[in-house]
């Protein structure tokens, strides 16, 4: 099993930074993991923001793309999302999320853990 907390979100005005950060615990070595960040807004369906497998290797949403950027550190269990040029859209509940690799891959899909997320408002 594997339980996952998120934390640093907060409101920020247009053009400022947020940095998430999601810790995990579990049973399992963090570097068993892929991991992701999802954002839902009031009435839309749930996104994803990207990903990052086991190597550190990560993948964006072009909505994101050059603004934000994962790490993590499987040493302590740790994925962050540093956030900038925040902008309204970017508005939402944002939720960490972990699987396993389905056939050597990274399917965000297939992610079956999940946090309980961390609200990010921006606004002027």
């Known amino acids: 099993q594997v339980q996952l907390v998120e934390s640093g979100g907060g409101s920020v005005q247009p053009g400022g930074s947020l940095r998430l950060s999601c810790v995990a615990s579990?049973?399992?070595?963090?570097?068993?993991?892929?991991a992701g960040w999802f954002r839902q807004a009031p009435g839309k369906q749930r996104e994803e923001v990207g990903t990052?497998?086991?190597?550190?290797?990560?993948a964006y949403a072009d909505s994101v793309k050059g603004r934000f950027t994962f790490s993590r550190v499987n040493a302590n269990y740790t994925i962050t999302l540093q956030m900038n040029n925040l902008k309204p859209e970017d508005t939402a509940m944002y939720y960490c999320?972990?699987?396993?690799?389905?056939?050597?891959?990274?399917?965000?899909?297939?992610?079956?853990?999940w946090g309980q997320g961390t609200q990010v408002t921006v606004s002027s």
């Open positions: 999320a972990a699987g396993f690799l389905v056939d050597g891959w990274c399917v965000p899909s297939r992610f079956n853990f």
């Open positions: 579990s049973t399992y070595t963090f570097n068993t993991f892929c």
């Open positions: 990052i497998d086991m190597f550190g290797k990560a």
